[in-house]
């Protein structure tokens, strides 16, 4: 059930909802975790860890991350009371969060490096993330088998990310791995200020384009943040509905509120984002009028 609505701009107010349900499901279990994990995030994200900078990407911020571990702690707190199988037991649980708060650690500078922002790394982020959690949890003691985990977990999270190809160590990674890659899709587009952050979104897209130079990627098939604007119903309706309902099993149900028919107030919260930008679109006419091109992708 959920408890009513969180400021995501807040990382206290965020550790402590998913603090709650961590308790709910876990009462003999770790009762530091999520204050940890969220403490090595946000030293992470300002710049205090290492030798790397604040995150200085506009849209791949920490609320987005933020956003994304409120949404995977309520989706596996809504399976685990739903009785789904296979369990995932506190142990997994535990690093599904740890996958979420990370997983857009590619986006992280080094100190040294001062040419644009991180978000020249988009093309890549999804693998500079994996290989940041590797060298992260390896450092906090971590097992091997854990750190795959995670590892593999985070490479869920691209739109179109090759969900066949991936070495799941079991089929309860699998199913976290899945549920972290909805979540990350669901967390971000059901945010009160989704439409105004596309503008964003797309600025690190012509950055990324112009820093890799590759002009047959996605990230540059976008000619303007108005043309970025247009494409995103589409790509709502052609590619995240289909990939929710079916590449990444319906985990998007366990959200229904109460399960299995009640509503889904992040769906609903979508859909709501979707209307808004149409209508936006309808009174801005002809004036954002571009060809016709594959749709928005957020990452």
């Given at each position: 059930m959920m408890s009513g609505p969180v400021d995501t701009h807040n990382p206290g107010a965020v550790g402590a909802a998913v603090e709650r349900v961590y308790w709910e499901l876990f009462p003999d279990g770790d009762r530091g975790f999520v204050a940890r994990a969220l403490g090595w995030t946000i030293?992470?994200?300002?710049?205090?860890?290492?030798?790397?900078?604040?995150?200085?990407?506009?849209?791949?911020?920490?609320?987005?991350?933020?956003?994304?571990?409120?949404?995977?702690?309520?989706?596996?707190?809504?399976?685990?009371?739903?009785?789904?199988?296979?369990?995932?037991?506190?142990?997994?649980?535990?690093?599904?969060?740890?996958?979420m708060f990370l997983h857009d650690t590619g986006y992280l500078k080094k100190r040294d490096d001062r040419q644009g922002t991180g978000a020249k790394y988009t093309l890549t982020h999804v693998q500079r993330s994996a290989e940041f959690a590797g060298r992260f949890m390896a450092e906090q003691g971590f097992a091997p088998t854990d750190i795959q985990a995670v590892q593999n977990m985070i490479r869920c999270t691209g739109v179109q990310a090759p969900l066949t190809t991936l070495r799941f160590q079991s089929e309860a990674e699998k199913t976290a791995g899945h549920a972290l890659a909805t979540a990350d899709l669901l967390g971000q587009m059901a945010a009160a200020d989704y439409v105004d952050k596309l503008p964003a979104l797309f600025a690190e897209f012509a950055e990324a384009a112009a820093f890799s130079g590759d002009r047959t990627s996605f990230v540059a098939s976008?000619?303007?943040?108005?043309?970025?604007?247009?494409?995103?119903?589409?790509?709502?309706?052609?590619?995240?509905?289909?990939?929710?309902?079916?590449?990444?099993?319906?985990?998007?149900?366990?959200?229904?509120?109460?399960?299995?028919?009640?509503?889904?107030?992040?769906?609903?919260?979508?859909?709501?984002n979707m209307t808004r930008l149409r209508q936006q679109l309808a009174t801005a006419g002809s004036s954002l009028e571009t060809p016709d091109r594959p749709p928005a992708k957020p990452s």
């Open positions: 030293e992470c994200f300002e710049g205090r860890y290492a030798d790397y900078q604040a995150v200085d990407a506009r849209y791949h911020d920490l609320e987005h991350t933020l956003q994304g571990v409120l949404c995977l702690a309520r989706l596996l707190a809504g399976r685990h009371r739903a009785g789904a199988l296979p369990v995932l037991p506190r142990g997994l649980f535990e690093l599904a969060l740890l996958a976008f000619s303007s943040a108005e043309d970025l604007l247009r494409r995103t119903p589409e790509f709502w309706e052609t590619l995240v509905k289909p990939r929710l309902r079916h590449e990444l099993g319906g985990l998007y149900r366990f959200l229904n509120d109460p399960y299995p028919d009640g509503p889904n107030e992040y769906l609903e919260r979508i859909e709501a």
